[in-house]
């Protein structure tokens, strides 16, 4: 039944671009989706999957309509009522809580949720369970970028805004495919170099990919290898005098350390490390030193690595020697892969952040997000993250983990050592609107949930922009909306201040949660947000603002000194190398029209046609050494476990890397092509994100016995 009026504005619910779209409610329930001309991101435009993402609604096929529940791990789950589960589940909580402590449940959610449910599962956890274990799948995707900003510019704040690339006259792509991952923000790209063809861009990849169509150079860098890149980059910069020492002595701090160690390596020797020619480094390098707006835009190649703060820190570094950030046209632009991921960042929803950019290690903060919410004091210890829930899953400091919209038995790193993990797990419970992911098979009690337009609330793009998502068709069965469900939960646990009349009243509890922060919206309503269609933070009540397109104009930092902070980042190696058992590097990344584990877009006959089966990318040098042809099937097997996928013979590739999408498991294939089986579970030491690009493995030809 339709419920609102026809082609309501929203916004997409797949990548952190945050294209706005129309939706129609038609008179079967089910919704048309276009690109809404209207909105300043992709003024109507959409990619493949934007443009079915009706599907995701209409095709109900798989939804989970009821609650189910489980008494014991022998017996069989049968359908509940919304209080038989959630008093159950309170039940089992409140015991584990009062024999082990709080530490000893979790929850585990999504880059997806919207900001209203990440709120207040960030209220419950962190304010009344009292422990830090709420980490996200965001901990996959942006942790590194997040610790990067923090580090370098004081907080976690992403200073630019996309129309800043129709103002750069030279754009950095590194670590990302954004003509595959984001391809509406890289048609904007496209058409701003269409139209000033002396714009340069430099694209960094260790495969040739259809974003290199575009480059001006490719750097098809060893992966891994980006930070000695960021220091061989910086040093042709000093050594042509490109550096902005105004800016340096006025704004910035660490610069002497840091030119010591660009120094302590030759250009030549960097370009020989790297595996590219130095000539291209120097040709990138001329480009960023001669650039009036310097832009650059990475993804989950800088981010998902061992040393990925350190690839992070050593590109912002390249922005801070140049003056290019706070002005038109330049700075960093982290490219999220999630919907959400930065309204998460917002309410603090990771296992060690806090409300508004607060610090967990603070106890004025702490005390104020207490007093705020009128809770028990907030614990000072940080949760556990994602990879380290699992494991404390399966040596038993975990007893409880409840899975919100994430599929984890596909996403997360050697997964084999996470689905043993689950299946030791005391109480699973599983939130989601799928009867298909993996984890559902563990779970004692299965939670439906709301779908994208089923639900209202907001989210936040890439670039800081909130937008406001309304409620379009009922949802089905009686499956809930995620905020509804938590908020339920902590009235069973006997919890004040959840029993909120509406979704718009959390919102305003978040925006006044913000009031002074460096991150205050305390001016936002919904009422605002329907009007103005969307705004960049910050927008603070009062002050005569329309949104904060870019940040550091004042160039004052949010460190302490008000300086920027140039970090001597030193070359350090955490991967698991290749040796002679497992000769070769994998590296793993999306497809085209898919996206994360295909919960949604494997539902769309269109978008499964592009590439309708699992792959491992290899050079034809190293196909031919193992004999290795076309549509071959290959064994790729690593210490950890092993995928068999047909080969794909590809000159873009180097020797002796290969390639496998993430986005195959048992949902569209079988437990053979998921690329987690062999991915490695180091992690970088301080954003404790995974090594997704990297790790040994060894290649063989499958013989059918
Ligand atoms: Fe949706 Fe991203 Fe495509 Fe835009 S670019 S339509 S946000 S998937």
């Known amino acids: 039944m339709a419920l609102t009026s026809p082609a309501v504005p929203s916004t997409c ?12 409610p038609e008179k079967n329930g089910d919704v048309t989706v276009t690109g809404n001309p209207d909105y300043p991101v992709n003024r109507g435009a959409l990619c493949s999957k934007g443009l079915n993402l009706q599907y995701t609604v209409n095709d109900r096929t798989d939804r989970l309509l009821f609650p189910q529940m489980r008494y014991s791990k022998s017996r069989p789950r049968q359908r509940v009522s919304w209080d038989e589960a959630l008093e159950r589940t309170a039940a089992v909580f409140k015991t584990f809580i009062e024999q082990y402590g709080p530490d000893s449940v979790a929850f585990y959610a ?16 962190k304010g009344f369970i009292g422990s830090n274990n709420l980490d996200t799948n965001s901990r996959l995707c942006m942790s590194s970028a997040v610790v990067g900003y923090k580090m370098a510019l004081g907080e976690d704040s992403v200073p630019v805004c996309y129309d800043d690339i129709e103002l750069a006259d030279c754009l950095l792509v590194t670590g990302a495919n954004p003509a595959w991952c984001h391809p509406i923000l890289w048609r904007r790209v496209e058409a701003h170099k269409a139209a000033n063809p002396a714009t340069k861009i430099i694209v960094v990849d260790p495969r040739v990919t259809d974003t290199c169509a575009l480059a001006d150079v490719h750097l098809q860098l060893i992966p891994g290898t980006d930070v000695v890149l960021h220091q061989a980059l910086a040093r042709v910069l000093l050594e042509n005098g490109d550096l902005d020492m105004t800016f340096i002595e006025q704004h910035a701090e660490g610069f002497e350390a840091y030119r010591a160690i660009i120094l302590e390596r030759t250009v030549a020797e960097s370009a020989r490390l790297c595996g590219v020619a130095e000539a291209d480094i120097r040709l990138a390098a001329g480009y960023i030193g001669s650039a009036q707006a310097f832009l650059s835009m990475w993804t989950m190649g800088l981010n998902q690595s061992a040393v990925g703060v350190d690839k992070n820190l050593s590109l912002l570094n390249l922005h801070l020697l140049t003056g290019q950030i706070g002005k038109p046209g330049a700075g960093p632009l982290s490219l999220t892969g999630q919907p959400n991921a930065m309204g998460g960042r917002e309410v603090g929803g990771l296992s060690n952040l806090l409300p508004a950019h607060r610090n967990l290690a603070d106890p004025a903060h702490r005390a104020e997000v207490q007093q705020f919410w009128g809770s028990g004091p907030l614990s000072e210890k940080p949760g556990f993250t994602a990879t380290e829930m699992f494991e404390a899953l399966e040596d038993g400091r975990l007893k409880a983990i409840w899975i919100i919209c994430t599929n984890p038995l596909t996403s997360l790193p050697n997964v084999r050592q996470a689905e043993a993990a689950l299946a030791k797990a005391r109480f699973v419970v599983v939130q989601d609107i799928s009867s298909k992911p993996e984890t559902l098979a563990y779970a004692d009690v299965i939670l439906p949930a709301a779908a994208w337009a089923e639900k209202e609330g907001t989210m936040t793009n890439s670039e800081r922009r909130i937008s406001y998502l309304p409620r379009v068709v009922a949802a089905p069965g009686e499956a809930l909306p995620d905020a509804e469900i938590i908020c339920r939960f902590a009235q069973k646990m006997g919890f004040a201040g959840f029993d909120f009349p509406t979704t718009e009243a959390i919102y305003q509890e978040h925006t ?6 460096t991150l205050d919206i305390s001016g936002l309503t919904y009422e605002v947000l329907r009007q103005r269609g969307s705004v960049q933070w910050p927008y603070q009540a009062g002050a005569a603002t329309t949104g904060t397109p870019r940040l550091f104009t004042d160039r004052q930092f949010y460190t302490p000194s008000g300086r920027a902070r140039i970090h001597p980042v030193a070359v350090a190696g955490r991967s698991e190398m290749p040796d002679e058992d497992f000769p070769f590097i994998l590296t793993t990344g999306r497809i085209r029209d898919q996206w994360h584990t295909m919960t949604k877009t494997g539902k769309v006959s269109k978008l499964r046609q592009h590439i309708p089966q699992a792959f491992i990318e290899l050079n034809p040098q190293d196909a031919a050494a193992l004999q290795v042809a076309e549509g071959d099937l290959v064994t790729v097997s690593s210490r950890r476990g092993e995928v068999r996928v047909a080969a794909r013979l590809s000159a873009g590739i180097r020797p002796g890397v290969v390639f496998l999408p993430m986005h195959w498991g048992k949902l569209l294939g079988s437990d053979l092509h998921r690329a987690n089986n062999v991915t490695s579970g180091a992690v970088d030491p301080v954003s404790k994100e995974p090594d997704f690009k990297f790790c040994a493995v060894q290649l063989t030809k499958y013989c059918k016995p």
Not at 13 to 24: A, D, I, M, N
Not at 113 to 123: D, F, S, W
């Open 13 to 24: 619910c797949y990548c952190g671009v945050g294209c706005g779209v129309l939706v129609r």
């Open 110 to 125: 999504s880059g997806q949720c919207l900001t209203e449910e990440y709120y207040v599962i960030n209220k419950l956890m």
């Open 512 to 517: 006044r949660l913000t009031a002074g922060t």
